[in-house]
């Protein structure tokens, strides 16, 4: 039997007056998200431990099965895996976001320089490497404005809050704090001297778009250790994302990476082309696991339309095609859901439980028929803790 999640990133959300008491899940048009609670089960699961900040390591891990009280070190090092960055045993990993500050440095105008190109970025890291690089830090282009500095034989006394929690306010009370901050600190501010001058930024500027003039530090780790997938549920697995993070757990869990070229992370990504990813994948894997980030960024940016399109693109461009090819193909079992909500006011994300859709063989309906946070009281089948809803989908 084969087996497919389809993870929208962000997808809850909370009732909004702009719908009129609904949310957007509430809102979207889904019919295959609908069909597959018709026709299987619609429940819920609760993927953030109590005491965890609801990033999106945290919550994929909970959704793969992992325990992160017990294995997680933090969310860089495994974006360094993603991007082919070895980790020594006393390396901490940085995600260095490329940010706008406003205001004389003041206020987080945009955690993703208004989703700046990778190409763009790569000239940035590149200057930041002979500005500030040395034996001890150095930086790794990433995707958009999503980087690594990797600071060999640093300290991780460090709390660093994440960049999208402070979207448009004050950094003051934000930035890096604690015994081993300082030189984490001394970065982030010696940006500030150099990049708003820098000639990608002087273009953007030129061309009415915000500049990357600031780096952000956040989320630092070791390099981790965790029990490869199959080894725990017997399944080879397959990934396919446009994020290095998620790349980066499919790397340490010994799951295979599968590229689709126009995968993007935002809402112009190529859904068709993981639609056909996940397919040609389970030829030879018994699992494909398909991440799509655009809901979580437009929670992040606060885009009620981005949201409702990414929510849409989501259901009518992979779910419904990914459902049809594999009632052709023989026995088989889909789960759709989103990792956390990422709501529209808060622009950040939330630790609460967020609603799943699951079907196919050995699946037996219940008696919901809409997939929405509207699940969250009405289902009879939940996880609490996260981690117990991968063994029951595989029928372990």
Known sequence: MKFVVLLGDGMSDRPMEALGGLTPLMAAHTPNLDRMVREGIGGWTLNTPAGHYP??????????GYDVTKSYTGRSPLEAAAMGVELGENDVAFRCNLVTLAEGFTVMSDFSAEHISTAEAGRIVATLNERLGSEQFRFYTGVSYRHLLVWRGGGDRITAKPPHDISDRPIAGALP??????????????????????????E??????????????WGHGRKPSLLPFRDRFGRRGGMISAVDLMRGIASHIGFDV??????????????????????EGLRERDLMFVHVE??????????????????EDFDARLVG????????????RALALPDHPTPLVTKTHDPGPVPFAMCGEGIVPDANERYDERLLQTASVTFDPGTLLMPHFLGI
């Open 294 to 311: 655009s809901p979580d960024e437009a929670g992040h940016a606060g885009r009620l339309d981005y949201k409702l399109k990414a929510i």
């Open 204 to 217: 953007r500027v030129a061309a009415g778009k915000k500049p990357a003039n600031a780096i952000w530090l």
């Open 258 to 279: 599968i590229h689709v070229p126009g995968a993007t992370g935002w809402i112009d990504t190529d859904y068709e082309g993981k639609a056909r990813g996940c397919l």
């Open 55 to 64: 990033g999106s390591d945290i919550a994929n891990l909970g959704v793969l």
């Open 321 to 332: 095609p990914v459902l049809d090819a594999l009632a052709r193909q023989g026995p088989f």
């Open 177 to 202: 704090s604690g015994p081993d901050a300082g030189p984490i600190l001394d970065l982030m501010r010696a940006s500030w001297n150099f990049l708003a001058d820098h000639p990608v930024n002087q």
